[in-house]
């Protein structure tokens, strides 16, 4: 592309596309960001139990149980809680444990029953 013709084909096409791209991608914040987090919610017929990044670069949560549309970007203030009491292993835990965490940390199930669903977290060192 020596003529200059062919650089300003060139920068009128890119200037097209980059004006283009402004109005498609999303804004940093979602418009429910005043909104809490909805856990556990559905989305696309899978429950989840915490933020997600499907379909996205950057963790997010739904604000309706059946996931409509309306969500937020997650922050560290959106941890998902522990359930309890939860079944594990053939016992109810009423606070987080270190049973059977090879790490000997502590955690908690998402759900009642951890041996159905396995969904968990680590608790905070001070639980």
Known sequence: MRSPVGWLSLALCLHGLKSDLIFRIPRPFSVFSNYS???????????????????????WCSIDEMFQGRWRYCTAKDPPSCTFPFLYRN??????????YVLSRSWCSLTRDYNKDGKWKQCSPYQ
């Open 37 to 59: 987090c909805i856990f556990p919610f559905v989305y696309d017929d899978i429950v989840y139990y915490s933020c997600v990044s499907v379909r996205s670069d950057y963790a």
């Open 91 to 100: 016992k109810y835990f009423f606070k987080c444990t270190k049973e059977g």
